[in-house]
């Protein structure tokens, strides 16, 4: 056991004095996911009363490790129009329960004679604490009765910055 | 054993913080190195035993790439991990190996000296897997480009080998030896033969990345040990863990050992060994996880035609749970042990004083040689990783009591490092010391590599 200790003791005599201090250790990637596309024609809006929502379930990502490891969210946009009418755009979130935790709202005007279709690009940074609170969302997309022709395409991707460190 | 004029009683306190054994190897006068050549020119003994747990104790760990100080220096720690990272190739690995003897006895019998005995290990490598790393570090965003799961590459091992030896002089050249060994493991893991790609690349148009799985094809091999279902780590002892699963595996195997010493002339020796030939077959506790893909994901998709108003609720794990569908099987499979191949060539020099009554001390013997140089080339593959060393080496010996050996080589590690070895027979006592990376010693922080060791052996 004294050569053992003595070995140890050799080897860990021969270094510098430099403190291996990793207490300021931090991991922080960027990531880009895809998150909805949605394409519609102007009719199949109105064959519903105007009015359509497009659910989608996203509770991986509300949980507390959201809150400790996401440092921040943005949700970009692309957005294209065709469609002779105006797109009001209203994306809510809601956490367990079904209450609202937030929401983004956005009206795409209609194209011109000039401008067909209209593309927009927009983004939103988003409360990383809502974020954790939320297990659904629906995408929302109204348009007036007189809306005839055309196509409606949204793009969202999400982008975030994790934060992985030593505690 | 007819005679028993000597007893030699091998107390082995041995520290080793490197793969590399060349200045254990060849060591005549040490029955350890048997275990490294059973055909060893061995300076033969009647009788030798070393004590449970006291010998042999072996460790070691190494990359290619990175030592402390390419973390811990005058840099920010996260400026020095992300240069570090840059730096960093698929064909650089960490690995690690652990040794201890648990005993061994040896004994001679006629012209043959037998020796058994067993000894627990663990070893492994990991390939560091570039892409991922880089995934996990910087993220996929801006990156625009492709990350290959094909550079996962581990492999991990832990298993008592029950091994015993013969080694017989032939004629005064040659001396051949072979040692069979049984294996059991208690803990196993690989994974090997992965592929596929992380697709994640700027579109052509339009806002939504173009991100797939391309031929995606992961697998996890586990056999042995269990200790999440059978074990509360926190409820029980090591010395549990040790003597009911870890020293006596499930999972069994054989391999064998083959050596040889010859004498091409009286003053040229060539060595030769190939060790760890066998394998173990994995049939208990073992279990296969697999995932398979090849998805494009485009995120959760609305897409409406004429006539379709159907709004199905989409869930986002769902999703990647439906098209990355990961499967768990109970996998027999075989496991080849790491074979390990020794070569060595030595020529011997010099006269030695003797030391022996009724003698000149101060004249030379006829039938002693006391200096010798030689060169060791060590090779081994595991998990498609090529372990090597080659050194070059000058021994000398006083009086038959002090040997001294320098080495000069390098190894997988890529770099060149200096080696010695000390070792004094005086009295009823034997004690050697091998130090290998002499060149880092001063600071071990610079240092990819450790290697150290020493033993006492009692003479009776």
């Known amino acids: 056991m004294r050569l053992f200790l003595l070995s140890i003791l050799f080897i860990t005599s021969c270094t510098d004095d430099r403190a291996l201090d990793y207490t300021e250790f931090e991991i922080t990637p960027n990531v880009e996911l895809n998150l909805v596309e949605i394409e519609y024609p102007a009719f199949a809006i109105n064959a519903v009363g105007n009015s359509i929502g497009f659910p989608i379930d996203i509770d991986v990502f509300g949980n507390d490790l959201t809150n400790t490891n996401i440092k921040s969210i943005q949700l970009n946009f692309f957005v294209e129009n065709s469609i002779n009418q105006p797109q009001d755009i209203s994306l809510v979130f809601y956490d367990t329960s079904g209450v609202e935790t937030f929401r983004i709202e956005k009206t795409i005007g209609a194209p011109s004679a000039s401008v067909n279709p209209i593309i927009e690009r927009f983004e939103e940074i988003v409360d990383v604490d809502f974020f954790s609170k939320t297990t659904q969302a629906e995408m929302i997309i109204s ?4 809306a005839s022709t055309g196509t409606f395409r949204l793009e969202c991707v999400l982008e975030s910055t994790l934060i992985l460190e030593d505690e | 054993m007819k005679h028993l004029c000597f007893f030699i009683l091998v107390f082995s306190f041995s520290l080793l913080f490197s793969q590399d054994k060349h200045l254990l190897y060849n060591q005549k006068h040490n029955p350890q190195a048997l275990l490294l050549n059973p055909g060893l020119a061995y300076e033969s003994t009647h009788f030798h035993v070393s004590l449970p747990v006291l010998s042999n104790f072996y ?21 020095a991990i992300e240069e570090a ?8 690995f960490v690995s690690f190996s652990q040794k201890a003897e648990l005993f061994q006895v040896g004994w001679k019998f006629r012209d043959i000296y037998f020796s058994t005995g067993a000894y627990q290990e663990s070893y492994g490598v990991i ?11 910087f993220g996929n965003a801006g990156q625009n480009r492709s990350y290959d799961f094909g550079q ?9 080998v029950f091994h015993f030896g013969m080694n017989k002089k032939v004629n005064d050249k040659l001396h051949l030896g072979a040692r069979a060994k049984l294996y059991t493991s208690s803990f196993n893991a690989r994974s090997q033969d992965n592929r596929g790609q992380f697709n994640s690349l700027e579109p052509s148009s339009g806002l939504l990345l173009e991100q797939s799985l391309t031929n995606l094809s992961l697998n996890l091999e586990i056999a042995g040990l269990d200790v999440g279902n059978e074990y509360y780590l926190g409820n029980i002892s090591m010395r549990d863990l040790l003597i009911n699963d870890v020293l006596f595996g499930l999972n069994m195997g054989f391999g064998v050992d083959v050596g040889l010493s010859y004498r091409l002339r009286d003053n040229l020796e060539i060595t030769a060994s190939l060790l760890d030939l066998g394998f173990i077959n994995f049939s208990n506790d073992v279990e296969k996880q ?8 485009d995120g959760l998709s609305f897409l409406l035609s004429s006539g379709s108003i159907s709004i199905p609720r989409l869930d986002l794990l769902e999703e990647f749970e439906d098209n990355v569908p990961v499967s768990s099987i109970p996998h027999s499979y075989l496991d080849m042990q790491p074979a390990k191949v020794n070569l060595g060539l030595t020529y011997e020099f010099g006269s030695n004083l003797s030391n022996a009554e009724a003698c000149n001390c101060f004249k030379a013997r006829e039938d002693s040689t006391n200096q010798s140089l030689s060169v060791h080339g060590f090779g081994m593959l595991y998990a498609g990783n090529f372990f090597y060393s080659l050194n070059a080496m000058y021994q000398r010996s006083f009086w038959e009591s002090l040997y001294a050996k320098i080495s000069l080589g390098t190894n997988q ?9 000390l070792a004094l027979d005086v009295w009823k006592v034997n004690v050697f010391m091998n130090i290998n ?3 880092e010693i001063r600071n071990v922080y610079f240092s990819k590599s450790l290697a150290l060791q020493f033993g006492m052996n009692f003479k009776f």
């Open chain 1, 143 to 146: 348009q007036p009765s007189s």
């Open chain 2, 59 to 79: 460790a070691s760990v190494g990359n290619t790439s990175l030592s402390v100080d390419d973390i811990f220096n005058s840099n920010p720690i996260n400026s």
């Open chain 2, 85 to 92: 990272i840059s730096g960093i190739s698929k064909s650089d």
């Open chain 2, 127 to 137: 390939n560091f897997p570039e892409d991922i790393l880089e995934l996990a570090y």
């Open chain 2, 152 to 160: 996962i590459n581990f492999k991990a091992n832990l298993q008592t």
């Open chain 2, 290 to 297: 697999t995932a398979t893909s090849d998805y494009d994901y």
């Open chain 2, 413 to 421: 590690y890529n770099t060149f490092n200096y080696g010695a070895s």
């Open chain 2, 437 to 439: 990376r002499l060149n």
